[in-house]
């Protein structure tokens, strides 16, 4: 069985600083990792997806992801926080077999950031 | 630049009236998911279909809802009779599944559904 667990619902930073939001997940074979953002009223985007190839996953807007099998991890980051980055943030984990799949959402992070 | 489409944004109705929501997935693209996220549930995968079949809808209340997929560049979901607690924003998603690996997923604005 798959899971995946976010382990903050909200993560406040100060802008220019970095940003951490956690994401551990169970999975018994390689699963696809995704983290996506949602802005305030608006639909999912895809931030970056881990699928396979480098352990370090660079997506859009300056944030990127490491996948630790050892940790069963998948982290988001970024160096320096924006105004913009203020949104909410979901893990994914996705495992298919034949024709049948899974997909877990992890139940979000909230990011503020602070000016 | 390839997109999920979804109508209507926004639908108001009465409870026991008709609902359907309409998604236009990316071409070629092999996976369409319907979810909805309420704040109490947070987001729920309802069905997906692989190659235009329907592989799961066990998260989607059968008695009242329905999902189908005429073609390969329309997908529906149907609520009928609709209720006060189907008040969501429902997401489609349309995704490339290839062997053990859903290689991307994207999803669509959404359709914020109000049942008054």
């Known amino acids: 069985a798959q899971s995946v667990t976010q382990l903050d619902s909200h993560v406040s930073v100060s802008e220019g600083t970095p940003v951490l939001l956690r994401c551990n997940y169970s999975s018994s074979y390689s699963p696809s990792l995704f983290w996506y953002v949602q802005h305030p009223n608006k639909g999912l985007q895809l931030l970056l997806k881990y699928t396979s190839a480098a352990t370090l996953v660079k997506g859009i807007n300056g944030f990127e992801a490491e996948f630790k099998k050892s940790e069963t991890s998948f982290h988001l980051t970024k160096p320096s926080a924006h105004m913009s980055d203020a949104a909410e943030y979901f893990c994914?984990?996705?495992?298919?077999?034949?024709?049948?799949?899974?997909?877990?959402f992890g139940k979000g992070t909230k990011l503020s950031v602070k000016p | 630049d390839a997109r999920v489409t979804q109508t209507p944004r926004d639908k108001v109705t009465e409870m026991g009236q008709e609902v359907t929501m309409r998604c236009q997935p990316i071409?070629?693209?092999?996976?369409v998911f319907w979810y909805r996220q309420t704040m109490m549930q947070g987001l729920e995968l309802l069905a997906y279909f692989r190659n235009r079949a329907p592989l799961d809808d066990s998260g989607m209340p059968k008695d009242r809802f329905s999902a189908e997929m005429p073609d390969a560049t329309l997908a529906t979901l149907k609520i009928q009779p609709s209720e006060p607690r189907d008040s969501a924003v429902y997401f489609c998603a349309s995704g490339l599944v290839r062997g053990y690996r859903l290689e991307t997923q994207y999803f669509g604005p959404g359709t914020r559904l109000l049942v008054l």
């Open positions: 071409l070629g693209h092999n996976t």
């Open positions: 994914v984990v996705s495992l298919w077999g034949g024709s049948q799949g899974n997909l877990i």
